[in-house]
């Protein structure tokens, strides 16, 4: 396996995938430096460092695992260290995305994943264009009302116009019938009265 071409060994681990490749150099280059870093003088300290890197799930590959279980044991080899603080090593490998060794089911899964999103985005744009059509509909109708009531106002002020102009007619008419029947009156008094001044002067 070391003579394949597409083979490397890494910390003593050997990886024929470009993606693990590159993972595991990035965690290697880690493990030096944080070997360069602890003080093992100091178990607190290891347990400390030790804790974080489980709890985040730091390292995904055969190099980063390695490198933990070698703290483990040192915390596990110190009697002031109570063995329930010394966390178990998550061995679940994390494959990278486009990995040559990517399982079909995570592929699938992937695949699935996706569909579902583009799923969700045409729905969604669906929705949004339905609702684009509900919303210019609403507008149409209030615009129509709008303009129907517009126009009955318009007819209704109309028909009171003409009313008016109909009852102004009726009352000139009239007006003028009592000032004929006025002056009917008036002459007819006139005449009385000279009727009367005649008889008296007689």
């Known amino acids: 396996m070391a003579d394949d071409k597409n083979t490397q060994i890494i910390s003593g681990f050997a990886f024929s995938d470009s993606a693990m ?3 595991a150099l990035k965690e290697e280059n880690a ?10 003088n100091k178990p607190e300290t290891v347990l400390s460092v030790y804790q974080k890197l489980v709890h985040q799930k730091v390292f995904h590959t055969a190099v980063g695992t390695a490198f933990l279980h070698d703290l483990q044991r040192y915390l596990q080899n110190k009697p002031q260290i109570p063995e329930t603080l010394v966390d178990p090593i998550y061995a679940d490998p994390i494959i990278p995305e486009g990995s040559k060794i990517e399982s079909d089911g995570n592929r699938r899964s992937r695949k699935e994943s996706i569909k579902d999103r583009n799923d ?19 507008v149409v109708m209030i615009v129509i009302g709008m303009t129907s009531n517009m126009t009955t106002i318009l007819n209704y002020k109309q028909q009171v116009e003409n009313e ?12 003028k019938q009592i000032r004929a029947r006025e002056n009917e009156l008036m002459i007819q008094q006139d005449t009385e009265d000279s009727t009367l001044g005649e008889n008296t002067g007689s």
């Open 120 to 138: 969700y985005r045409d729905k969604f744009r669906a929705s949004v264009v339905v609702s684009a059509i509900l919303a210019l509909a609403v």
């Open 164 to 175: 008016y102009a109909s009852w102004q007619q009726q009352l000139d008419q009239r007006e």
């Open 21 to 23: 490749i590159d993972m």
């Open 31 to 40: 493990v030096n430096y944080l070997q360069g870093q602890i003080d093992y």
